[in-house]
């Protein structure tokens, strides 16, 4: 595997179900971030952790949760999701001393049903 | 606040036109990043400019940042097909990792 990964590629839950994302970077990077693409809206930062830290939590619902085992692994724990959460969810990384260049994983596209 | 705002937003063009997409932002950066992203993919990192005065060229598309004027442009030289797709400027703020991303620029080049 090269680049950054993300399982599942497409998911439907209701909207009780808890369900986690993954985000795998092989590319030796200390940052990884959660970001969500809604229709016709921005890209919206959710998470930041760098070296490992949480350093940013940009007012998402608690219904969100992310986990940085490693710096190569990023997880985003999800309950009792609500419709308006359905959007693409992308994970990016990146390397801090370098420019800070992210590199996007393929997303995950999410219909809460 | 640091704010990105891109024009156009839609831009249809034909094939063999040049056009220019622009990207302003709010706040000193000296680090602006262009992504391409095609309709149900993820972002494709295009070109990364840290410097003012930076300019970048690849094939048909050439960036450039001004920090004095927070402006930085996307040329696309005689446009082909496959250049369709929506384009988003990032900058970064000034310490840091995170980036704020423009809304993004729809580019649909016809025959």
């Known amino acids: 595997e090269t680049g950054v990964t993300q399982t599942p590629r497409h998911l439907v839950m209701g909207m009780t179900n808890k369900k986690s994302l993954k985000c795998e970077q092989h590319?030796?990077?200390?940052?990884m971030y959660w970001y969500k693409q809604s229709a016709k809206k921005p890209l919206e930062l959710m998470f930041v952790y760098s070296l490992e830290e949480r350093v940013e939590n940009n007012s998402v619902p608690s219904r969100f949760s992310p986990e940085c085992p490693n710096s190569s692994h990023l997880f985003l724990h999800l309950h009792t999701l609500q419709p308006e959460d359905s959007a693409l969810y992308l994970c990016?990384?990146?390397?801090?001393?370098?420019?800070?260049?992210?590199?996007f994983g393929p997303g995950t596209r999410l219909t809460v049903t | 606040e640091l704010k990105v705002e891109q024009n156009p937003l839609f831009l249809s063009m034909q094939e063999g036109k040049n056009y220019t997409i622009y990207c302003n932002y709010s706040t000193t950066s000296d680090r602006l990043y262009w992504y391409r992203q095609d309709p149900g993919k993820s972002l494709e990192s295009l070109f990364v400019?840290?410097?003012?005065?930076a300019v970048k060229q690849e094939g048909r598309l050439m960036a450039s940042l001004d920090t004095k004027a927070r402006l930085s442009t996307l040329h696309i030289t005689a446009a082909v097909h496959d250049l369709s797709a929506t384009y988003f400027c990032a900058v970064g703020e000034t310490s840091g990792s995170r980036l704020t991303f423009g809304e993004g620029t729809q580019l649909t080049v016809n025959p």
């Open positions: 400019l840290l410097s003012n005065g």
């Open positions: 590319l030796g990077h200390n940052a």
């Open positions: 990016a990384s990146s390397q801090v001393s370098t420019g800070y260049e992210q590199y």
